[in-house]
């Protein structure tokens, strides 16, 4: 089963610090702001837009480089984006979820960049969580060693905000970045900050009251995008594909996916609504099983069980619920 190395105390206590040193500036001066005397942040997806808007609120204009319905690891930077992004105040992405954005950020010269990455610890996970030594132990409490991970590696998995508690991490980053930007709003960002975190802290129990007591610890999804959520409450994510939600299973690991949901008593293959659900309806029809969304919250349309994160993250909650056989 999933188990969480620990975060260390150092690094909580620090999150606030991160934010500052992931903060790109020549000086301490503040960013320019725009002709309407708001910040102009530029997120390379859903969740980095989220938590600009959410914290920045009245100070901030949002825009994103990944419109409503892309895949965000397929995303192709535009000229025109290209531009936007050069003329932004600040920059929130995820380096290592979009190699496009990646690049764009290193050319772009903007001089207040955000790395979510530097305000969390990544780890890496694989497409199965049974592959762990700690099989039958709870979710993650204090004290506890997981399995190693290391800081800029190839391989390390950048879907923390699917995990309350590492998304609060990167919150606290962007909240103290924010007020370096703009020092003349630094109070309203911090109240507005500290509000996020109360809403994140009270997802998490949310999260973690709903997911203690369950028929199964085990769930089948397209995309290994859940595993800092397994680790967090306890259960076993096992990917159809790897983190990268277009690639092909191999016929290996659909029998193995099999005997999995055999020997676990799965009853359902979840799949994302951005993606093709081809893979999970073929896997479900050969099992008998049922299938429900997942989703992993690279982005909002219509097609989504919520209208923002914290709507998207109870759907996800209750689809969990119902899947595993909540008590």
Partial sequence: MNVRRLIPAAALAGAVALGATALTACSGAGAGTGKDGKLDVM???YPMQFLAEQIGKDHVKVDTLTKPGVEPHDLEITPKQTGQLGEADVVL???GLQPAVDKAVAQSGVKHVVDAAELTELEVHGSSGHDHAHEGGAGHTEGEEGHDHAHGEAGEDPHVWLDP???AEVAKGVGAALEKADPDHAADYRKSTDELLGKLTALDTEFRDGLKNTASKTFITTHSAFGY??????LDQEG???VDPES?????RMKE????AKKDNVS???FETLASDKTAKTLATDTGLKTDVLDPLEGITDKSQGADYFEVMRSNLKNLQKALGSK
């Fill in 43 to 45: 997120s390379s997806f």
């Fill in 93 to 95: 992405y995820l380096k």
């Fill in 165 to 167: 508690v590492k998304y």
């Fill in 229 to 234: 959520l397994a680790e967090r409450y306890g």
């Fill in 240 to 242: 159809i594909s790897g």
């Fill in 248 to 252: 092909e299973p191999s016929p290996a």
């Fill in 257 to 260: 996916l099999q005997a999995v």
């Fill in 268 to 270: 359902t293959v979840f």
